[in-house]
């Protein structure tokens, strides 16, 4: 069974920066393209970032390119995303996903979320 867990939200301020992390087990982690989706309050899902199975391609939501760096150990079966110079519109829970599972919006299996603040 697809597992993932998110960790590294909190609380920041304005231009600064937060390092999210997804730990995944349950499937071969190498073997597929990862996603970050985020989700807002009273807001539907959008996409973020994409790193492919092989970690030499990299795809970014406009809205965070330039900002955001996605990133993936296969050896740790870990997928990061590197936030910096954050502004209030960020804020919301991150989650990560198996790229087909966000496709999909099969939602049960994106892990719970960890929620990101960005006020002053």
Known sequence: EVQL????????????????????????????????VRQAPGKGPEWVSTINSGDSYTYYADSVKGRFTISRDNAKNTLYLQMNSLKPEDTAVYYCARSQDWYRRRRDSWGQGTQVTVSS
């Open 5 to 36: 867990v998110e960790s590294g939200g909190g609380l920041v301020q304005p231009g600064g920066s937060l390092r999210l992390s997804c730990a995944a087990s349950g499937f071969i982690f190498r073997g597929y393209d990862m996603s970050w």
